[in-house]
């Protein structure tokens, strides 16, 4: 098999059955640069890992996806907590699975922005651009 297709395999792979120990999901809270990602874990502490070379050409880390993220093998020595196991791809599927964090449940989609209705229009500056017709214009018509 080609790498790039055993890559593609690795990348389509869906949720685990059991997370391993060490295995936490975590939320993409920043990019800090060199690969490696500010994340946001269930208890809602924040911290940093690296996305190894296998990911780096062939994946797109977005702002708020997730990541199934190893923190059980840090023999490092500097600020990274750990690395980025697999990126959450088809979110749907993981959702379902039983140990998906509470803290990470969908936000309802707000939709549109909503505004109250106690809001005063004369509050609005006029428009310097349109002209208002006058109360001459209007009886003309």
Same mark, same amino acid.
Request: glycine share 6%; charged share 35%; hydrophobic share 35%.
């Given at each position: 098999?080609?790498?790039?297709? @055993?890559?593609?395999?690795?990348l389509?792979?869906?949720?685990? *059955?059991? @997370?391993?120990?060490?295995?936490? /999901?975590?939320? /993409?809270?920043?990019a &800090?640069? &060199?690969?490696?990602?500010?994340?946001?874990?269930?208890?809602k502490?924040?911290v @940093?890992?690296?996305?190894?070379? =296998?990911?780096?050409?062939?994946?797109?880390?977005?702002r708020?996806?997730?990541?199934?993220a *190893? @923190?059980?093998?840090?023999?490092?020595?500097?600020?990274?907590?750990?690395? /980025?196991?697999?990126?959450?791809?088809?979110e =749907?599927?993981?959702?379902k699975?039983?140990?998906?964090?509470?803290?990470?449940?969908?936000?309802?989609?707000?939709?549109? +922005? &909503?505004?109250?209705?106690d809001?005063?229009?004369?509050?609005l +500056?006029e428009?310097?651009?349109?002209?208002?017709?006058?109360?001459?214009?209007?009886?003309? +018509?």
């Amino acid at each position: 098999m080609s790498r790039r297709r @055993l890559q593609q395999a690795t990348l389509a792979s869906g949720p685990p *059955d059991v @997370l391993a120990d060490g295995h936490f /999901i975590a939320r /993409i809270l920043a990019a &800090q640069g &060199q690969q490696i990602f500010s994340v946001e874990l269930p208890d809602k502490s924040e911290v @940093l890992v690296e996305l190894p070379p =296998k990911f780096r050409s062939t994946v797109f880390v977005k702002r708020g996806g997730y990541v199934l993220a *190893d @923190l059980g093998s840090s023999e490092r020595t500097n600020k990274i907590a750990g690395e /980025i196991v697999e990126v959450v791809v088809e979110e =749907k599927e993981w959702r379902k699975m039983s140990y998906w964090p509470k803290e990470f449940a969908k936000r309802p989609d707000m939709g549109y +922005m &909503q505004y109250d209705d106690d809001d005063d229009d004369d509050e609005l +500056m006029e428009n310097p651009n349109h002209r208002m017709p006058s109360s001459d214009e209007e009886d003309d +018509m």
